[in-house]
Every structure is written in C-alpha cells, then in structure tokens.
C-alpha cells in the first residue's frame, strides 16, 4: 500500500507556471507507475500525464503536451508535474496516483490516490 500527498497547488496568471509534487509513503516508490488526472468543475476525472517506473517513458494528453512535464526521484519517494503556460482551462484539482501495473491512461486501472491540490489559472 502507499499513500499519496499533493502539495503546489494555488492560484496563477495565465501564461505562468506551478509545480506540483506528490509524495508518497509506504512500499517501495520505483515499483509504482505514477500519473496525474485532474478534474474540474462540473466535469469528469481526466488524465494529465503517467510515467514509468524508472522514468524512462513519460506520456501526455494532447492538451498539456508541449506545456506540462512529468518527472519522479526514486529516491526522494516524489513525482513531480511542471506546468508551464498556464491557461484558463487548467483550472482543477489535480491528483496523484499511484498503481503497480497500470498500463494505460483509464483512472480504474489506479488503484491509489492523493486528496487533491486545487490550480486555478485567472485571465
């Protein structure tokens, strides 16, 4: 089992940047396939981006590629989303997750998840 903690959220103009990070606690953190989704009001869960275990293959939604990266440190327990270029239309809560064979980008492949950190992008 591990457990997720979000933190870097906050309030932005568009066109600037947030890091969030994603800490986790629990059994061994490289064995984890690691993504963020996020959601906004009034809308369903979406994927964001998912990295492999040792970080060697990162994927992207076609809306943030280009814009957001996802990395991770082993080390640290830590998975890391940089956003950049920030627009409107990111403003959500963003959540972690965490499974040890997701493949894909479907949230139910996911079995574990953080509580969230809210990004809000003004005009």
């Known amino acids: 089992q591990v457990h997720l903690v979000e933190s870097g959220g906050g309030l932005v103009q568009a066109g600037g940047s947030l890091r969030l990070s994603c800490a986790a606690s629990?059994?061994?953190?490289?064995?984890?396939?690691m993504a963020w989704f996020r959601q906004a009001p009034g809308k369903e869960r979406e994927f964001v981006a998912r990295?492999?275990?040792?970080?060697?293959?990162?994927y992207y939604a076609d809306s943030v590629k280009g814009r957001f990266t996802i990395s991770r440190d082993n080390a640290k327990n830590t998975v890391y989303l940089q956003m950049n270029s920030l627009k409107p239309e990111d403003t959500a809560v963003y959540y972690c997750a965490a499974d040890e064979r997701a493949a894909t980008r479907l949230l139910n492949e996911y079995e574990y998840w953080g509580q969230g950190t809210q990004v809000t992008v003004s005009s």
């Open positions: 990295i492999t275990r040792s970080a060697t293959i990162t």
């Open positions: 629990g059994r061994a953190f490289s064995t984890y396939v």
